[in-house]
DNA sequence: AGCATAAATGAGAATTTATCTCATTTTTTT
DNA sequence: AAAAAAATGAGATAAATTCTCATTTATGCT
């Protein structure tokens, strides 16, 4: 079962560990975006303290982590894996849920060029962007302390 | 010299103290968006440590400061002003400088249909939306380790 | 202006989050 | 299988923010 993580070390050549792979495991299962205090309880006590945030670091390093924070200042991180493509997020302010989010590729390109004028106006090289959105989620949340 | 701080706080019905004051002053002073560690800088040690982060949670309340953290982990701060319309913000990598956008009326009206779009797919109530853009800054920069 | 009350401050302790150190263990290379 | 290199665990350390509490300051009312 942990062959996929396996197969993402390796392929990256970093050397294949236990909790390198119980860490990537964790994410794959989880498959969102996922705070570290969240990821930690999912690990137990199954990997160290500051192994975890070692392999985190390593990830980042091999370009397959996506590291930001939250509103509430958690730190959140996701995997890249292959066919994650560009997105944004969505944020619950209440049960502080973080939700991928695809937008148009017409918005894309809009901003695009809008951010093309940026560059211009500010004589400055952007090399990436983000959206963020903000709200409250009305769906049937478990956690939301609202319901 | 202090008339600006002073109304601001009396506006917001909140008691005029020294330190309220300063740090005020030091934001509009500076005039744009600070991190708290140059914040600090900026104040020397005529307000305690404890006491700058009470008076920016007192802004926050009153709804005249903005928090917002930048890609290399520090929290950054901002006055909301009367003058002070919707923007965002674009980071230099390198420097660490944060610099306000306006975005187009018309890229900011797409973004909210857009945005519309996400609240009906994801059944979220999507109150504030922020757009970050990062880059290196390749005009004359002082600051910058790249020249 | 002077007093009483409520609110804010300063100093440092405590908490939280993340990084660092180093002896031991695991992985990789030979 | 042995040697070398890399990673780990446990706890110490560091940085950022919040908390505690005795003292000071601001406000509202004589
Ligand atoms: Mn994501
Ligand atoms: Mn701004
Ligand atoms: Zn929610
Ligand atoms: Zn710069």
Known sequence: MSQNS???LSEHSVSITNPRILVLEALLDFGNPITIDELQLKLGDSVAKSTLYRVLNDLKKINILNEFTSPDNSTVVELILEDHSHHHHLFC??????IDVEL???F???LTKEIQKVQ???NFEI????????????????????N
């Open 93 to 98: 302010s209440d049960c502080g849920e973080v």
């Open 6 to 8: 396996r197969k993402i």
């Open 120 to 122: 211009k106006k500010f």
């Open 104 to 106: 148009s590729e017409e």
């Open 108 to 110: 894309e390109i809009m």
């Open 127 to 146: 090399t990436d962007h983000r959206v963020e959105m903000f709200g409250l989620c009305t769906e049937e949340c478990a956690n939301c302390k609202k």
